[in-house]
């Protein structure tokens, strides 16, 4: 009986990662997704659109907005989902001392579907914000970012979880949420405070210093996440 126990008890404890190892493996993960899409964004090219002119027709507008939308939204949906597809597979190999290649492989599955669905969402509510103009408050960009960084990194550590037995995914999960928003907050801050002039409607940073930037404070805050998230779900 007491063998049984203890071999629950190490299959529940195998994923324990340090938080130099959570840290380190999110960074990894998502900076690497960083250099890619840097490389080859932007994948999708515009449509091209009669100009607007003085006073445009009702078509000329709904051709206009529609040009916009499916740009930024197929672009960032793409650009989520490599970030994502990295840093789930970062996870699964770097943090993690049993079924890595199971653990990578469906973190970066499940990172790269959620990247997908989420960038495109967040990016069409971000866009439609652009288009009418509406006021780039702090609330409204840390919601749209959340929506990004809470799933990826909620679908990523519950993935990886099931992979390496964890019973208590719904404090994993919750926790993960929660980094997403901390993640957020931190970056936009930091973000406000360095590039003041910058447009905060933007999902994807396109100057190199606002993406190292962007992308390394994220990393950080979901590497501590996951880190305390490990911690309160073995308790």
Request: charged share 10%; glycine share 10%; proline share 3%.
């Amino acid at each position: 009986m007491n063998s049984n126990e203890n071999r629950n008890q190490s299959t529940v404890h195998t994923w324990s990662p340090s938080l130099v190892r959570c840290v380190g493996a999110s960074t990894f993960g998502i900076l690497v997704g960083g250099v890619i899409i840097h490389l080859i964004s932007p994948v999708f090219a515009r449509e091209l659109y009669e100009p607007l002119g003085l006073f445009p027709t009702p078509d000329q507008i709904a051709k206009y907005k529609s040009s916009l939308i499916k740009f930024w939204t197929w672009n960032d949906g793409l650009d989520f989902a490599v970030i994502g597809a990295a840093l789930g597979t970062s996870l699964g190999l770097l943090t993690t001392q049993t079924n890595r290649t199971a653990s990578a492989c469906l973190g970066g599955a499940v990172g790269l579907l959620l990247g997908t669905m989420s960038g495109i969402l967040a990016s069409r509510w971000a866009v439609q914000a652009y288009i009418t103009n509406a006021d780039q408050s702090l609330i409204r960009s840390i919601g749209v970012n959340t929506i990004v960084w809470g799933s990826l990194q909620c679908g990523t550590t519950v993935a990886i979880g099931l992979a390496q037995g964890q019973r208590k995914l719904a404090i994993l999960g919750t926790v993960a949420i929660l980094a997403g928003i901390a993640a957020s907050a931190v970056f936009l801050i930091v973000f406000s405070v360095l590039f003041p002039a910058s447009d905060l409607s933007y999902l994807v940073r396109q100057p190199l210093p606002e993406k190292v930037v962007w992308l390394t404070s994220i990393s950080i805050v979901l590497g501590c996440g996951l880190f305390f998230a490990l911690k309160k779900s073995v308790k």
